[in-house]
């Protein structure tokens, strides 16, 4: 049985974490063809491969002598570990930063049968090779040393989770509000064309014209900002039009005055967001490069396109 302090299992935990943020940023990179930092932290660290290899370690102490059990036992812990992860990741942040809805006997995307026996195999190979030379390294560690190492960690990956859960509900904002703001374009010109008979501005196809506009396009602030100039063009035209119904007498005045209160404040909504937000989405993503959103799908291509810069001519 593991008999360590709890010093130690720290210790144990920052270690795999960052032996997991190493394995994954090579494998995305190799795939992008791109250094990805992934992970959800800023930092060198990717707690659920600790937090994995803890509960593997835990979940096999009773069946350390049998290869098949440890297969089944850490297979079993780590897939349940990896599922509830995923779902409450998705619900705060309206997001799956992994996702495998692809891959064949998946269970609502979180998990699949090809991660869950890769969690078996990694199961046996970190109870028998990796963790009885990290279980010697890490006892040899004088106790004084390991605290302070242990303190300077948990201060800095602290850190790092305050940043990057703040990051992720910036994202979480920014997709809600171009959600939202797309919406509210989408129902007033519904209304307009109730409301006039000029004829209606075609959303959709505005939209291609400017993600064909994005391709290849310079630095990323640039790209928000004709993004945010072309929802707000959209939304001028829009009153233009109610205002021209107002002179025309076409409508009743009440309901065009309605219609121009929505406008007004949606051309505030838009004034709101800040860049700094952007960037904080642009930052998760940027690290997580799969991450998928069912609800706001639209969003997250958006910001997509307007993170587009250099990457364009790299890949």
Same mark, same amino acid.
């Given at each position: ?15 795999? @974490? ?18 990805? #930092? ?10 659920? &491969? ?8 835990? %979940?096999?102490?009773?069946?350390? +002598? ?8 850490? =297979?079993?812990?780590? @897939? ?19 996702? &495998?809805? #692809? ?11 090809? %991660? ?6 990694? %199961? ?18 004088? $106790? ?9 960690? @948990? ?17 979480? !904002? ?6 939202? @703001? ?12 109730? $409301?006039?008979?000029? $004829? !209606?501005?075609? &959303? ?6 400017? *993600? ?10 640039? #790209? ?22 107002? !002179? ?5 005045? +009440? !309901?065009? %005055?309605?219609?121009? +209160? ?16 952007? *960037?904080?989405? $642009? ?12 609800? &706001? ?9 307007? =993170? ?8």
């Amino acid at each position: 049985m593991y008999s360590y302090n709890f010093t130690q299992w720290l210790l144990i935990f920052y270690l795999y @974490s960052f032996v997991g943020w190493v394995w994954e940023s090579c494998y995305v990179s190799l795939k992008k063809a791109r250094w990805v #930092n992934r992970g959800f932290l800023n930092g060198p660290f990717l707690p659920i &491969y600790g937090f994995g290899a803890l509960t593997i370690l835990i %979940s096999t102490l009773a069946v350390r +002598e049998n290869l098949p059990l440890i297969f089944l036992f850490g =297979m079993a812990a780590a @897939s349940v570990l990896e599922y509830f992860t995923g779902v409450g990741m998705e619900k705060i942040f309206h997001v799956r930063y992994w996702d &495998y809805s #692809n891959q064949k006997f998946n269970l609502n995307g979180h998990i699949c049968l090809t %991660s869950s026996l890769a969690w078996g195999f990694f %199961s046996v190979l970190l109870v028998r090779v990796i963790h009885p030379p990290v279980e010697t390294a890490v006892l040899s560690i004088p $106790a004084t040393t390991a605290e302070v190492v242990t303190v300077v960690l @948990s201060i800095l990956v602290a850190g790092d989770v305050t940043q990057s859960f703040h990051e992720a509900l910036d994202l979480k !904002e920014t997709l809600i509000r171009l959600s939202e @703001s797309n919406e509210h374009i989408r129902r007033l010109q519904k209304r307009l064309e109730v $409301a006039s008979a000029f $004829a !209606e501005l075609d &959303y959709e196809e505005q939209q291609k014209k400017f *993600r064909e506009k994005l391709a290849g396009k310079g630095e990323f602030l640039r #790209n928000l900002e004709e993004y945010r100039q072309m929802q707000q063009q959209r939304l001028r035209e829009l009153a233009q039009k109610l205002a021209q119904s107002v !002179e025309a007498g076409k409508q009743k005045t +009440e !309901e065009l %005055s309605s219609l121009q +209160e929505m406008l007004v404040k949606e051309l505030q909504e838009l004034g709101s967001r800040t860049n700094r937000k952007y *960037r904080h989405a $642009a930052r998760q993503l940027r690290r997580n490069p799969g991450m998928i959103s069912e609800k &706001y799908g639209d969003a997250l291509k958006d910001i997509r396109e307007i =993170m587009r810069r250099k990457n364009t001519k790299k890949d």
